[in-house]
């Protein structure tokens, strides 16, 4: 998304090459009323960019003040400045310091001209989302591995009821559901919700209330 305020602002061959450039690269452009310059949301992460295109000594405090005020509305904020010049840079360097900024909160992207601030911008975008999309895939693996690991104790807890192998757990699972659901279930339960037999039914409502069963289980 492209701010409608800073496309205003700037040369339509500037607008024209970053349409291409998004498109080259698999993005679509909207212009839209936004309080920040762009913002990408690329693999589920959103960023946002104010984008300086020309360091104006007399808009130098306009500038600051707002990357302050939008630092505190976007997690993912940067600020990407084209110095052309050794007197732009250094009139970076003073502003820096002067509005008392502070290291990495926003980042600040430096560079020498638009084009290549506008690519910096999509590789920062598309990093992000990189990097948010491994860490979903990563929560998704530890939490498949929870259920497995929750489905083995399950298995090996019911199978230890005499009698009750994994077919069985599994039918229990499905219809009972969890072991202190099993627990509770009566043997009339048990037979109308599984397919397990009269006497597989009796011996695990007896397992959880008959001491002789539940105080010496054969865990395999």
């Not at 409608?4 to 452009?29: G, K, M, V």
């Not at 984008?51 to 302050?68: A, E, H, K, N, Y």
């Not at 990093?127 to 948010?132: D, E, F, I, L």
């Amino acid at each position: 998304m492209m701010s409608n305020t800073w496309r205003d602002e700037q040369h339509p061959s500037f607008i024209n090459f970053i349409s291409t450039f998004l498109t080259a690269n698999a993005f679509r452009l909207n212009f839209v009323p936004i309080a920040p310059d762009f913002i990408f949301n690329c693999g589920g992460s959103s960023v946002a960019f104010i984008f300086v295109t020309s360091l104006d000594p007399t808009c130098i405090s306009q500038i600051f003040g707002r990357v302050q005020k939008l630092k505190l509305q976007f997690a993912n904020l940067y600020v990407v400045i084209t110095l052309p010049t050794k007197e732009k840079n250094d009139l970076f360097v003073r502003s820096y310091f002067k509005f008392e900024m502070e290291l990495g909160k926003p980042t600040f992207v430096l560079v020498k001209d638009l084009e290549m601030g506008f690519e910096k911008m999509v590789k920062i975008a598309h990093s992000r989302g990189v990097c948010k999309r491994e860490d979903a895939t990563a929560k998704l693996k530890a939490e498949r591995k929870q259920i497995v690991q929750a489905v083995n104790v399950f298995q090996r807890v019911v199978t230890s009821i005499p009698g009750i192998d994994n077919h069985d757990a599994n039918a229990l699972n499905q219809a009972i559901g969890s072991i202190e659901a099993i627990s509770k279930a009566s043997k009339e339960q048990i037979l109308e919700n599984t397919d397990l037999s009269a006497d597989k039914a009796e011996v695990v409502s007896r397992f959880f209330r008959d001491p002789k069963f539940y105080l010496s289980p054969k865990i395999n």
